[in-house]
């Protein structure tokens, strides 16, 4: 069973609760998370759990019928995100809305030929660098690996480019040796229920990905995991890479069925290894790809720069421009299934902490990202943020802002989020559910004066077609209805549409923009001020990434904090949650719903909440909220809690 403690409890009352456990011969684990601390208790139960709910400290206990306790969904509702640093101030996550890609030959065999396959690898999007220093083969007189030499090669090139590494450990006694070397602990069919191994390496407290058994059942294999969880470790990857059956086709048959039963089952993260599964280089992208699109949280994938002659499994190896092309596939279907993918920050990617934020923007090279080209509101809006201090840079679309964020190509990102005339700007209320690693650190109303541009000696009576974002199209419809024989044509951004009218450079053709984007692009200016309504308002905000060791969470005099949660299907359940922002003193100024994908009838809803003026700690007065939604939530977290402003 579950013990959920109180989050003011006493260190003598916690000390009572484990010591009435001990003497009902449970064993017990504590598990502190951010957001409650918890006492898995593992044992026959012959109590009643009523006897500790009456106990002081005690929030509630929840019974666990599974026979695995600490990896089931009663356990832990939420999924579990794991975390694993690199040497760049980044941390890695496997869960939640990411797909990651962990990449490497089988078997490290020189130095060389790790440092190219890390740099192909990292190149082509690899967040992890994999690859074998100790080799269980079947057969004996089979390359066994380099051992420590090899566990050398492949710490130094991960370390180059950025990369934790991931390598597979066979038997107890190599933990000593390896312990330095190593990120990720990488379990093997094999081992899966070398429990031995398992209680070891959970005692460790370091991320380990268990595959699962050649041919192991589901709860077999969270029963595995289940070791290395009630031995000390909540870092454990399970990873699905085929099991045996009839079929000789593929070197093993992938389940890929098995990720949706995990879901239901697990809150622990899942990956895929294709490579080991069919054993067929050419079969290895498509089974990727299906696994992305059944929901797994990352691959794990061998490449190797020459297969031909590798010492293991070269068969089954991707060579590097295989593996470019499985990522660049990766990357396109990631949005369809409402995910990200991961990337390993640059070496020259600025990464913006608290502890900095006096210097200089000039000092910093902060750069922000907008959508559009020069002259967008978008761009404005960074200027006026900014007070003039830091580089814009364009991008083509409103997911590529969030991905250079989270990439590190970029500090910021401002994010139009709602027009006060033409409303939401739903793809970037999506993108802010998608993105994970994103938190809303600002944000800035800005004024929208929309002109009629058009090329160098063009008149009104010349125009036939008009370009614009859909925003600035239904922002000026007063104006466009007087002239319903114009073609209204849509661009990325006002910039872009007035880019577009200049290089066409035809008197037909005319753009809705920012009078700004005229003299950039030498157009005239065929009308001012065209919008509807005067009072006509578009709100940004600036996103900053939290994959980061250090980052920018709270303003220093924050007002405003939003939040992203979704609800249970039954009545009473969206007014039990918004009866928690009236009960802990918030305004609330904003309350948006979303579809949540694949998920018919279930919504995402936004709010946003004005901060009591004479709140003295913000951090805890949020975690309050937070519990509390919690409690009534079916899903919720905290997009960010920053200052508002209005220029």
């Not at 009663?74 to 890695?92: A, H, L, M, W, Y």
Request: hydrophobic fraction near 40%; charge should be neutral.
């Amino acid at each position: 069973m579950v013990i959920v403690l109180k989050n003011d409890i006493k260190a003598e009352q916690k000390a009572r609760i484990k010591q009435f456990l001990a003497d009902n011969n449970f064993k017990t684990n504590e598990v502190a998370g951010e957001e409650s601390t918890i006492i898995a208790a593992v044992g026959k139960l012959g109590i009643d759990p009523r006897r500790l709910e009456l106990m002081a400290g005690v929030s509630r206990v929840i019974p666990i019928s599974k026979p695995y306790k600490m990896a089931s969904r009663e356990f832990k509702s939420e999924d579990t995100i794991v975390e694993v640093p690199n040497n760049r101030g980044q941390i890695i996550r496997i869960g939640g809305n990411r797909v990651i890609a962990i990449a490497g030959p089988c078997a490290v065999e020189s130095r060389e030929q790790m440092m190219d396959a890390a740099a192909a690898v990292s190149a082509a999007g690899a967040v992890m660098l994999r690859g074998g220093a100790y080799k269980p083969r079947s057969s004996p007189y089979s390359f066994q690996g380099l051992g420590e030499e090899g566990l050398q090669y492949l710490k130094e090139a991960g370390e180059k480019y950025g990369l934790p590494v991931v390598t597979e450990i066979v038997a107890t006694e190599f933990i000593p040796v390896m312990r330095d070397y190593v990120d990720v602990y990488q379990v093997g069919a094999r081992n899966m229920q070398n429990f031995e191994l398992l209680k070891k390496l959970g005692a460790l407290g370091k991320p380990v990905i268990l595959k699962r058994g050649l041919s192991s059942t589901i709860e077999e294999w969270l029963m595995a995991a289940e070791y290395l969880l009630s031995s000390g470790t909540d870092k454990v990857i399970l990873c699905e890479r085929g099991i045996r059956t009839y079929e000789r086709a593929t070197r093993n048959t992938l389940d890929l069925s098995a990720i949706p039963i995990l879901r239901g089952l697990t809150h622990l993260p899942v990956i895929v290894d294709p490579s080991h599964a069919v054993g067929i280089r050419d079969k290895v992208a498509p089974m990727a790809l299906a696994a992305v699109a059944g929901g797994a949280d990352g691959i794990i994938v061998e490449v190797h720069c020459n297969p031909d002659k590798a010492l293991s499994d070269g068969a089954q190896s991707l060579y590097p421009a295989q593996f470019d092309k499985l990522m660049q596939d990766i990357q396109a279907l990631a949005p369809v299934v409402g995910k990200q993918v991961a990337h390993i920050r640059s070496a020259q990617a600025a990464v913006y902490s608290s502890s900095d934020a006096t210097e200089s923007a000039s000092e910093k090279s902060v750069r922000c990202a907008f959508c559009g080209k020069r002259g967008a509101y978008a761009e404005q809006a960074i200027a006026q943020y900014f007070d003039g201090e830091c580089e814009a840079v364009a991008v083509d679309s409103f997911r590529e802002i969030f991905q250079s964020v989270v990439d590190g190509k970029a500090d910021f990102g401002m994010v139009p989020i709602e027009n006060c005339l033409a409303g939401s700007v739903y793809e970037n209320y999506d993108n802010l559910v998608q993105f994970g690693d994103i938190g809303i650190v600002g944000a800035l109303t800005l004024r929208i004066q929309h002109a009629l541009l058009g090329v160098k000696g063009a008149a009104l009576s010349d125009v036939k077609q008009v370009y614009s974002h859909p925003q600035g199209l239904a922002q000026s419809h007063k104006f466009l209805s007087e002239h319903r024989d114009w073609k209204h044509i849509e661009a990325i951004s006002t910039a872009t549409a007035a880019k577009m009218v200049g290089e066409m450079g035809k008197k037909e053709n005319a753009a809705i923009a920012s009078v700004v984007t005229a003299g950039l692009y030498n157009l005239d200016i065929l009308k001012e001020d065209i919008e509807d309504n005067a009072a006509n308002y578009t709100r940004f905000v600036i996103i900053a990434s939290n994959n980061v060791a250090k980052k920018p969470l709270i303003a220093e005099k924050p007002n405003t904090a939003s939040f992203v949660f979704s609800v249970n299907n039954e009545p009473g359940a969206l007014y039990n949650c918004l009866g928690i922002f009236q009960s802990k003193g918030l305004n609330l100024t904003r309350l948006e719903s979303r579809p949540i994908a694949g998920k018919p009838w279930k919504y995402w809803f936004y709010a946003d909440a004005e901060l009591k003026a004479d709140c003295a700690d913000v951090s805890a007065y949020i975690k309050e909220i937070m519990d509390a939604l919690r409690e009534k939530a079916e899903d919720v977290r905290l997009l960010g809690i920053y200052s508002e402003g209005r220029r």
